[in-house]
């Protein structure tokens, strides 16, 4: 596993940190008026870190929007992103993101927005911030990635690998197997390369492996009018309401 160079910054960054300010304060307002903030919201602050260099361009696949692209030469099992929730275990240099458990009071809460009449500002931030979010296993027991309860959380995070397309035998990252896991203490949220990458070529996951077939999930974002993943299987993703928070802030 060798990292690679830290990735450069990518333009619209401090609008996405502005953005992300107001929605993680909108949505506690939002959650502290309906009582429901201790219940619902665990918003737990994590570290993120891309490790390699990428370009964020239009996708090869027709109709995906942008993609991520690699900018060097990787190989096969490099850690490429990685996520760790316990401040001791996470670099200074590894960026804010977050973590929400995606456990019965968030199923609960999520089910109250989608069937609620109540439509306000701070909910419309909510949903911005539920279009950006995706859902991956986490660790969020000790933060350490040896976590085993393969618990599920919304991963918050405003990175480029936001942008990583679905594809399936083109797919060349995945999160680790629990072996790398626990030998290099890696997050089960993290992506690691499954095939050798050259520099120039689109990073593509699975999106089975980690969202998206959550049939609940996927109610919930349809009766929402969000964006959301269906017929995988069948290879193509029909492009519905796109509400991503970059397309508001351009
Ligand atoms: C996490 S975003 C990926 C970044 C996105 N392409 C963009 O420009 O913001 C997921 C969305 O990208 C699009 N997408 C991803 N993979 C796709 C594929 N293989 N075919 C068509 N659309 C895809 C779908 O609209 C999907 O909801």
């Given at each position: 596993m060798s990292p690679v160079d830290l990735r450069q910054g990518f333009g619209m960054r401090r609008l996405s940190w502005t953005a992300l300010l107001v929605v993680i304060g909108g949505t506690s307002l939002y959650l502290w008026s309906w009582d429901l903030e201790r219940?619902?919201?665990?918003?737990?602050?994590?570290?993120?870190?891309?490790?390699?260099?990428a370009d964020i361009k239009v996708s090869r696949i027709p109709g995906a929007g942008k993609g991520v692209f690699a900018k060097e030469n990787i190989s096969a099992g490099t850690l490429l992103w990685d996520i760790k929730c316990d401040a001791i275990l996470a670099e200074d240099d590894w960026e804010s993101c977050w973590m929400m458990p995606y456990d019965d009071k968030a199923k609960k809460f999520l089910y109250s927005l989608a069937f609620s009449v109540r439509k306000t500002l701070a909910s419309d931030i909510l949903l911005q911030l539920l279009s950006t979010a995706y859902l991956s296993e986490c660790d969020v027991v000790d933060g350490s990635g040896k976590d085993t309860k393969k618990m599920q959380c919304f991963v918050i995070s405003f990175d480029a690998f936001n942008y990583i397309n679905h594809g399936k035998e083109d797919a060349n990252v995945a999160?680790?197997?629990?072996?790398?896991?626990?030998?290099?203490?890696?997050?089960?949220?993290?992506?690691?390369?499954?095939?050798?990458?050259?520099?120039?070529?689109?990073?593509?996951?699975?999106y089975q492996d980690y969202h998206e077939t959550d049939p609940f999930l996927n109610s919930i974002k349809r009766k929402l009018g969000l964006d959301f993943e269906v017929d995988l299987n069948g290879g193509s993703i029909p492009n519905l309401l796109r509400t991503r928070l970059d397309d508001k802030i351009k």
């Open positions: 219940d619902v919201t665990d918003f737990i602050r994590c570290r993120c870190k891309l490790f390699i260099s999160c680790p197997s629990d072996a790398m896991r626990f030998q290099h203490h890696v997050s089960a949220a993290a992506l690691v390369a499954i095939k050798n990458i050259t520099a120039g070529d689109e990073i593509l996951q699975n």
